[in-house]
């Protein structure tokens, strides 16, 4: 009876940690850009070129999937390295302090269709906040043994909520950059 209840614990066991996949993003097609307005006329963009993204999901299911990304501040990148060195600082992302940014999900639901709603807490320099926003699945392929699969998502948030705290303005009092921060999110995760 004992050794019966023993091989039941141990199928148990196989079958749950069998049922979750790991997922990785993929760097070379996998993106984090960014955009914010600059004198009220026109948009800056940027990215974050140095990042990772792990995924946690059931074998056939992305719902209720866990994420953790990490990205290195050092990284980011709009073209212009004035601009850039500054972001770095202290009245941005203070790189040197706070290297790194985070996010961690709460949930992951699936909605309609190929449509999810991500939770979790985002921590930029030392302030962490929930944020909730949509994602969009874009499907799966299998090339060999390799597997595939994609998701964009999008979110907004307020730059003076997480520290980055320059705030010059023009002659009209509007910010030369804007509060408002458009992040958009490409991933393309691999199987592990």
């Given at each position: 009876m004992r050794r019966a209840f023993l091989l039941l614990i141990s199928i148990f066991v196989v079958y749950s940690v069998s049922a979750?996949?790991?997922?990785?993003?993929?760097?070379?097609?996998?993106?984090?850009?960014?955009?914010?307005?600059?004198?009220?006329?026109?948009?800056?963009?940027?990215?974050?070129?140095?990042?990772?993204?792990?995924?946690?999901?059931?074998?056939?299911?992305?719902?209720?999937?866990?994420?953790?990304?990490?990205?290195?501040?050092?990284?980011?990148?709009?073209?212009?390295?004035?601009?850039d060195k500054h972001l770095k600082e202290d009245d941005f992302f203070n790189a040197k302090q706070y290297p790194q940014m985070t996010f961690?999900?709460?949930?992951?639901?699936?909605?309609?269709?190929?449509?999810?709603?991500?939770?979790g807490m985002l921590t930029i320099r030392d302030v962490t906040k929930k944020i909730t926003f949509p994602a969009t699945y874009s499907g799966m392929i299998s090339m060999g043994k390799k597997t595939v699969s994609g998701f964009k998502a999008s979110f907004t948030i307020n730059r003076f909520d997480y520290k980055l705290k320059w705030d010059d303005t023009l002659d009209t009092g509007s910010l030369v950059v804007g509060e408002e921060v458009d992040v958009k999110l490409n991933l393309e995760l691999v199987k592990i």
């Open positions: 979750q996949t790991m997922w990785k993003a993929d760097p070379a097609h996998s993106s984090i850009q960014f955009e914010v307005s600059h004198m009220t006329i026109s948009t800056v963009t940027g990215k974050f070129t140095d990042f990772t993204c792990e995924l946690e999901a059931k074998k056939n299911s992305f719902d209720g999937a866990k994420i953790d990304a990490k990205v290195k501040v050092e990284s980011v990148s709009t073209e212009n390295l004035t601009r961690v999900s709460e949930s992951f639901k699936k909605k309609d269709g190929d449509q999810y709603e991500i939770t």
